[in-house]
């Protein structure tokens, strides 16, 4: 791949022009994935539709079109992933609300308890956590 060359995707994995690009991001309902606040944090996973360029141990490369972002209550960013296609930004966001939740369950705070269950009910995954860690 050339380093110089950006490939544009629709939410869907098909390449678009740059132009097409901005009209879609443009629209921000059309970026957002999944939103949710659990406890002190918000999880944002949104279409960026360009990747971002990477520089590490694995040497230069292009990386995902799209990005889960924690945030803290200052809006600071914590930490960020980024994933290839839809399914796996779903998949991923899932799991780091998963995450996000059984931390703020195990830290015990009962305002974030209680956000906790009037939000969202109770997905297996995160009771299986639960009981793993009691």
Sequence with gaps: MQINKRVYKDKEG?????????????NFSYR???????ADKFIST?????PQLVIDSKGIRFSGYFGTGIFNVDGKLEE???????????????ETVTN???????NGNPEDLERIWAN??????????ICLYL
Excluded: D, P
């Design 14 to 26: 098909n390449g678009i022009s740059v132009e097409k690009w901005g009209e879609l991001f443009e």
């Design 100 to 106: 996000e939740k059984f931390n703020a369950l195990r």
């Design 120 to 129: 969202q009910a109770l997905n297996y995954k995160l009771l299986f956590a």
């Design 80 to 94: 960020e992933r980024r994933y290839e296609t839809l399914q796996e930004a779903e998949k991923g966001h899932l």
């Design 32 to 38: 957002v994935v999944k939103q949710e606040k659990i």
């Design 46 to 50: 949104m279409w960026i539709g360009v």
